[in-house]
């Protein structure tokens, strides 16, 4: 089974703080995805990755950047939250050309 | 550009009615459907896919949806619903075929929550 852990479930941060949030995925995919999931708006796209070093904005990257320094790892940064980035943060990953995702349990940030 | 239209923001329901979820989509090319179910507290789960083939596919716990494409429809079924089926499902396109310019990347719906009533 593919498995993809992310670093934290729960998370609380001060307003201008430096945000980390991490992501890893067993199954060797190319491909990484960081999405942020608000009530009523479904999941959006933040970043995605296709393979190491490499990334690409998704639909709302402002505010946010990312780092895929490893196949297996891929970071999700908020170089300084705000509130309005108070969501849930889910990761996924998908095999090459294949269209299915594998998501992560998620991330629940709270920015005060 | 692709969207997906999810028809209802709650469905309520009772214990061993029937339920239809509603999606529809836009896309420019052919494409790939997905419904994902979200339970509470945890990440989205794969409930059944439309690749290509058959247009109607089924989930191991008693889902079906059917693909039409003249009406660009994707809506999700079950005959008869149980409590445990209450969640969140989503409705996910990507453009099928598109290889590497998309990288299987997925527009979602807005969610529906199925609530089952005892």
């Known amino acids: 089974d593919v498995k993809v852990t992310q670093s934290s479930r729960y998370l609380v941060k001060r307003t201008g703080e430096k945000v980390f949030l991490e992501c890893v995925q067993d199954m060797d995919h190319e491909n990484m995805f960081w999405y942020r999931q608000d009530p009523g708006l479904g999941l959006r796209l933040i970043y995605f990755s296709y393979d190491v070093k490499m990334k690409e904005k998704g639909d709302i990257p402002e505010g946010y950047s990312v780092s895929r320094e490893k196949k297996e790892r891929f970071s999700l940064i908020l170089e300084s939250a705000s509130t309005n980035q108070t969501s849930m943060y889910l990761c996924a990953s998908s095999l090459g050309a294949e269209p299915e995702q594998y998501f992560g349990p998620g991330t629940r940030l709270t920015v005060t | 550009a692709q969207s997906v239209t999810q028809l209802d923001s709650q469905v309520p329901v009772f214990e061993e009615a029937p339920v239809e979820l509603r999606c529809n989509y836009s896309?420019?090319?052919?494409?790939?459907l997905f419904w994902y179910v979200q339970y509470p507290n945890q990440g989205l789960q794969l409930l059944l896919k439309?690749?290509?083939?058959?247009?109607l596919v089924e989930s191991i716990n008693g889902f079906e949806a059917e693909f039409n494409k003249s009406q660009t429809s994707f809506h999700l079924r079950k005959p008869s619903v149980h409590i445990s089926d209450t969640a969140e499902y989503f409705c996910?396109?990507?453009?099928?075929?598109?290889?590497?310019?998309?990288?299987?990347?997925?527009?979602f719906g807005q969610g529906t929550i199925l609530t089952v009533h005892p």
């Open positions: 896309s420019s090319v052919s494409v790939y």
């Open positions: 439309y690749l290509s083939g058959s247009t």
């Open positions: 996910a396109v990507t453009g099928g075929g598109a290889g590497g310019t998309s990288y299987g990347k997925l527009t």
